[in-house]
């Protein structure tokens, strides 16, 4: 026994394998983690990890390449969209925005489209760490690496768009109050001015947040890997060909040392002191205590982008509150769309992120999805109330127009598809989830698509009616943008910690050996 | 465990933030100074086609009006260049006197070749403000001196003022720093050196001062970007 970590000791124990202790983890449904007991905590590590195990998981993630095949080549498919988009953006810039299929009158379409459909996918990451943060919600813990990972990246997306569809790239300086020798400033009355100020501030704060939450992770895969090779354990990079060709190469590049050295630098001197602690939690708060209101602050300026024109359909004032629900909705859909493959395709990853943890985010998808789905009812109510003709006619036509078809796939993937967590059995299968997650995905697409394009087709005189056909370079930008996220999501896959490994460590039952948990259990003090 | 990274590095940060910080007073200034109209296009002094036209003899030691080559400048948004028409008003052959011959040889060929010469344009603007009005300009009572310079001194002419639109809007903001009485606009010494060499608040032309003239404009100076890119 005195081989044994004093971690493994502590869960041995605590789960019952050293004799005279009862288990403290009885688990009645599931995978251990459903219990409905609402005097029992649901465990959020199952297995009786011990702590070493979680360190030995997770950097496990950064140090090996995930088992079987899959990576390397759903990487290159994934790059090769996000060139494709690229290139498409150089022709663009190149050729003009005529290459897009806007017209006189849809002047905004895919475009501000996607911005919009990126940055509400971004608000899951900064609801988890921000506002279940300060709601001491401990479930974040297993997600909210991931989704800070996604925000950052999705912001990154969303940042394309803006930019590219002004035309004139080369200006895109100017929406930014910067002193010139014109002699003007940016229209400070103006909403695109503040989605300026909003984005580029949420960007920061993401940035830093994700970044400062990964100082400690960082550190233990520098010290993993110095440790190696202070012991020799280290060995060179050795590139095999790929397919059933005998042939590999041994460089002269020893991978460990290279990670040392980028994860140190990464790690900024973090030695693990609890002062280094002391001052890493408290900034974390104060991030957690910025980031809050950015979590309403940040949609409800795109949503006046719309919200402060005249156009029927965009002129509403239910729109701020109203694009932030669906921003969290759309935004807990992608999470669940990328970490639900992860869980299969990582081993171990089940134990970190459990049922419950997919139950809780499907619970929010069920109400995120029904406040969207109020806001649709409601801006119809308001259309027949508010007694306008223009603007009951905007929304007979968004729903009966030649734009039936996405008005009604919206409310389908939005509305529809997650009335299904009303059942237990659905809301803790993950393919139901999954697939669930990628309708409210498409849906929030469309949403943005019905609100953009049905409001500007048909202004108020029928002679400016037109129809927005997207050209093969809209569409390719748009894969692009999805082509970039996943790519660089896979790249934090392989090369980031993907958990917190300090605040996993905090919700697991050794961080608390005499806590409740144990008294329940009849463990005694 | 041991120092994956020397000690000096521990400085790298105060180093790195104090590089960002006049490396970024850097980049501002030089951007403000050398990427700008002030330094990229004031000076130019392109080459003129012959022996060129020396507007410090005629315009300046001679005394002709601008208008009399410059026709249009009171009509037209474009300050004409004359043609060969008009130096042959002077230069006609029977006037020239031998010492001039030289000098005004290449005027006298393209008028019996019956073809313009090629006077290169000095001060251009982009397109999207390419109709930049001189008859709203000189019938307001702006100088040919506010955006040419003294014209009357340059043997060759260059571009004297950066013509870049803070510069234009500084004008518009302030008119009264560039009004001159309506009767003066060309008498370009004369604004060099009465009018504009005083302080505004010390300028009287016959008891009329720079307020007077703003206020007797129709329309103040626009500032809205139809004004000029329309």
Redesign the interface.
């Known amino acids: 026994m005195s081989a044994m970590h004093p971690d493994r000791i502590t869960a041995e124990r605590l789960a019952g394998l050293a004799p005279g202790v009862a288990a403290i983890q009885d688990a009645p449904t599931g995978d251990g983690t459903l219990v409905e007991d609402p005097a029992v905590r649901a465990p959020l590590v199952l297995n009786n990890r011990s702590i070493h195990d979680v360190t030995e998981i997770v950097c496990g993630y950064c140090e090996k390449p995930p088992p079987g095949k899959w990576w390397l080549p759903a990487f290159c498919v994934a790059s090769t969209f996000a060139a494709v988009g690229m290139l498409m953006i150089l022709y663009l810039i190149i050729t003009g925005i005529g290459t897009w299929g806007l017209n006189n009158q849809v002047g905004w379409a895919w475009d501000i489209t996607n911005f919009v459909f990126w940055i509400g996918i971004g608000h899951a990451g900064t609801l988890i760490s921000a506002i279940l943060c300060l709601f001491k919600q401990k479930w974040r813990t297993a997600v909210n690496r991931s989704a800070e990972a996604m925000t950052i990246f999705a912001v990154m997306c969303a940042g394309i768009f803006p930019a590219i569809h002004v035309g004139r790239i080369w200006f895109i300086w100017m929406v930014f109050p910067i002193p010139n020798y014109n002699w003007i400033w940016p229209n400070f009355r103006s909403p695109l001015l503040w989605d300026v100020f909003a984005v580029s501030t949420y960007f920061t704060v993401s940035l830093l947040f994700w970044y400062m939450g990964m100082i400690p992770d960082f550190a233990t895969l520098r010290d993993r890997a110095d440790r190696r090779l202070r012991r020799g354990q280290s060995a060179r990079v050795r590139l095999q060909a790929p397919g059933p060709v005998k042939f590999s190469v041994e460089l002269p590049i020893v991978a460990d040392r290279i990670r040392a050295l980028v994860y140190g630098l990464l790690a900024v001197g973090w030695r693990f002191s609890s002062r280094h602690w002391h001052r890493y939690e408290n900034a974390y708060l104060i991030l957690a205590g910025i980031s809050t209101p950015l979590v309403l602050s940040v949609h409800s300026i795109v949503s006046f982008d719309f919200a402060t024109s005249i156009l029927p359909g965009w002129h509403t004032t239910i729109f701020p509150p109203y694009f932030v629900a669906g921003a969290i909705f759309g935004g807990f859909a992608m999470v669940l769309l990328l970490l639900i493959p992860a869980r299969e395709l990582y081993p171990n990853f089940k134990d970190l992120l459990t049922l419950r943890h997919l139950e809780n985010m499907a619970k929010i998808l069920l109400v995120t999805g029904m406040m969207v789905g109020f806001a649709y009812a409601m801006e119809f109510f308001i259309a027949w109330y508010g007694a306008n003709e223009y603007e009951l006619y905007a929304f007979i036509n968004r729903a009966s127009g030649p734009y039936w078809w996405a008005y009604w796939t919206m409310i389908t993937c939005n509305v529809v598809s997650p009335q299904l967590f009303w059942s237990r059995a659905m809301r803790t299968n993950p393919v139901v989830i999954w697939i669930v997650a990628l309708l409210v995905t498409i849906g929030m697409w469309f949403e943005r698509f019905v609100i953009i394009v049905t409001s500007l087709h048909r202004a108020f005189l029928p002679g400016e009616w037109h129809m927005f056909f997207p050209t093969w370079v809209d569409i390719l930008i748009f894969t692009g943008s999805l082509g970039i996220f996943v790519s660089m999501f896979m790249l934090f896959m392989r090369f980031l910690p993907q958990f917190p490994m300090a605040e996993v460590k905090a919700v697991m039952p050794q961080a608390d050996p005499h806590g409740h948990n144990a008294h329940h259990n009849g463990g005694g003090h | ?2 120092a ?2 020397p000690k000096w590095m ?1 400085a790298l ?1 105060t180093l790195g933030a104090g590089a960002a910080f006049f490396g970024l007073i850097g980049v501002v200034w030089a951007t403000w100074y050398w990427a ?2 002030d330094y990229t296009r004031v000076g130019y002094m392109p080459t003129q086609p012959g022996t060129g036209f020396n507007h410090q003899l005629h315009a300046g030691q001679l005394g002709i009006d601008c208008r009399y080559c410059h026709t249009n400048v009171e009509r037209s948004p474009e300050a004409n260049i004359p043609n060969v028409a008009t130096c042959m008003g002077c230069h006609a052959e029977e006037r020239l006197r031998n010492w001039d011959i030289h000098r005004v040889g290449f005027i006298r060929e393209a008028y019996a070749e019956d073809r313009s010469v090629e006077w290169r344009r000095i001060h251009k603007l982009p397109d999207y403000v390419r109709n930049f009005p001189h008859d709203a300009h000189v019938k307001a009572g702006v100088s040919c001196f506010s955006c040419h310079g003294q014209i009357m001194g340059m043997p060759v002419v260059y571009q004297a003022e ?1 013509l ?4 234009c ?2 004008c518009h903001r302030n008119p009264e720093k560039h009004m001159v009485p309506p009767d003066k606009v060309t008498d370009l010494v004369w604004v060099e050196t009465e009018w504009l060499a005083r302080p505004i608040a010390g300028r009287n032309y016959n008891g009329v001062t720079p307020q007077q003239l703003v206020d007797s404009l129709r329309r103040s100076p626009p500032q809205t970007c139809g004004a000029c890119h329309h």
Not at chain 2, 164 to 167: A, E, I, K, L, V
């Open positions: 465990m041991s994956l990274f521990n940060p700008t109209p950066g870049h639109m803070g510069w809007l500084d």
